[in-house]
């Protein structure tokens, strides 16, 4: 080694090594010092690295998709910069999803309708007309009172989508309408699984309950990523319970990789699997046959047998997971109690998504895993006292499910006047995606569609989206 390329002792008198000193403990003590700062001012938040402007904080409601989840929203002189979750969130614990976290661009983009929009060409044209407020009131009611005196309440109709306030059902109820067309979802990625849970049970939504669960089959749900409270639940049940998760899944998602065992499968072919675990539990006498007999119209020996088809190497054919690993798997679903079963786009999105649900609802059902704590549960209802005088409700509500609603509507079943559309895209995003258009053109079909929330040329008037920015008027 040279001379040159020696390490040299450091040399260092008394007052350079104070100086250094108090740099290192300067920046050693400086988040205390900041923290100190914003407590001082507040609790406030400050652009910190360009403007240092006082930003206001307030709560707003994450409408990208249906969890609905809370966060705060920061803006600069009425622009908002950025949005984050709220710590004490009871679902959340502060997490949005990338989705979520960028919500916030809707509110200023310069797309974005912030006037009524009136259709003045033919429907399907696309030729709008700003109008104000009142004459919009004005107009659809107008044709709500007509089609009321003239067909009765009955005849005008509300297809609700995935943001449930409760506004429309209470407009409803004050009209005295039961016509209600709903979609819990938006979207045809979840109209699968809704399909197979109203004709399997009669409900649309079940939630797995995977805060006190010890394990859980997962069939393509990417909750890492894409669902924040279930995903918070998940690793509370990780933490407190040292639950199981084992992914079925055609990808290694966020998910399946932080799963205790990822189980790659061919797409479609979920439904054959589920059948064949369903089939190992109830041929070696592992399901809870109680439950069957008592909540089911089946008895749990007609379902063996009618099972029994189902083998295990019949599905390893078909889905290329081996039917040892099946039969394994099965086995410990059924041994573990309480378990439950969570699975998402990765089989609603495919072929055989409806059976795949309604088979992974089977699997639940022949455990005994349904609605008890750490299962597969029915959702509940909160009794939100409603604003005063509350409209009488006109007894039930004819509920349809939005993609069966225009064939309904076709064949004579529905005398619709007036036809509401509540943040809710059927012409995009229903499975009856071109029979909603065709019965949205056929005036005599539906004589007056007004549109709220989502946008179809068909529609006669179009209110914007409530969004980020409305909802976030209210303080914490
Ligand atoms: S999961 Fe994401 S998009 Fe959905 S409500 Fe939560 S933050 Fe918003």
Redesign the pocket.
């Known amino acids: 080694m040279s001379d040159q390329n020696k390490i040299k002792p450091l040399a260092m008198d008394r007052r350079e090594f104070l100086k250094a000193s108090v740099v290192v403990t300067t920046a050693a003590s400086c988040p205390i010092a900041l923290n100190g700062m914003e407590l001082e001012m507040g609790g406030k938040d400050f652009h910190q690295i360009r403007t240092f402007a006082p930003r206001d904080k307030k709560v707003f409601l ?8 809370g ?1 705060f929203t920061y803006s600069e002189k009425g622009d908002i910069k950025k949005v984050e979750g709220i710590p004490d969130h009871i679902a ?1 614990r502060g997490k ?2 990338s ?3 960028a ?1 916030f661009f809707n509110a200023a983009d310069p797309d974005r309708i912030l006037q009524p929009l009136k259709r003045v060409g033919k429907r399907g044209d696309g030729q709008w007309q700003e109008i104000s407020w009142g004459e919009a009131i004005a107009e659809v009611a107008s044709k709500v009172g007509g089609a009321i005196s003239d067909h009765g309440p009955d005849s005008v109709y509300l297809n609700e989508g995935a943001f449930k306030d409760g506004g429309s059902l209470r407009f409803m109820d004050t009209i005295g309408s039961s016509s209600v067309i709903r979609s819990r979802f938006p979207s045809i990625s979840n109209m699968a699984k809704q399909t197979a849970l109203e004709n399997a049970i009669g409900v649309d939504f079940l939630l797995p309950d995977l805060e006190n669960t010890h394990y859980v089959l997962n069939f393509g749900a990417n909750i890492f990523e ?4 279930l995903a918070q639940r998940l690793t509370d049940g990780v933490v407190n319970n040292r639950l199981k998760l084992v992914t079925f899944d055609v990808r290694l998602s966020n998910t399946a990789g932080r799963s205790n065992e990822w189980i790659p499968v061919f797409p479609g072919s979920d439904s054959i699997v589920a059948l064949a675990m369903s089939n190992v539990i109830l041929s070696e006498g592992l399901a809870d046959t109680n439950f069957i007999n008592k909540w089911t119209n089946h008895k749990a020996e007609d379902l063996a047998k009618s099972l029994s088809t189902f083998t295990p190497e019949q599905a390893e054919e078909a889905s290329g997971v081996p039917a040892k690993t099946i039969i394994s798997i099965a086995r410990e679903f059924a041994k573990t109690r309480p378990a439950t079963i969570i699975s998402q786009n990765g089989v609603n999105f495919h072929k055989n998504g409806t059976a795949s649900e309604t088979a992974f609802l089977l699997l639940a059902v022949i455990t005994g895993n349904i609605d008890n704590e750490g299962g597969y549960c029915l959702p509940r209802q909160f009794d939100i006292p409603q604003p005063q005088p509350a409209p009488v409700q006109k007894g039930s509500l004819v509920r349809r499910l939005n993609h069966a609603f225009p064939f309904e509507l076709k064949e004579g079943d529905h005398n619709v006047q007036v036809l509401f559309n509540h943040m809710s895209n059927p012409v995009y995003a229903s499975p009856a995606a071109s029979m909603w258009s065709e019965i949205l053109q056929d005036e005599k079909l539906v004589p007056y569609p007004p549109m709220s929330g989502l946008l179809s040329c068909s529609f006669f008037v179009f209110f914007f989206i409530v969004s980020i920015r409305e909802r976030s008027g209210s303080d914490e």
């Open positions: 994450c409408t990208m998709c249906p969890y609905f989840d966060g959340t949005l999803c989705k979520g976290l919500s894409t669902a924040p409270p």
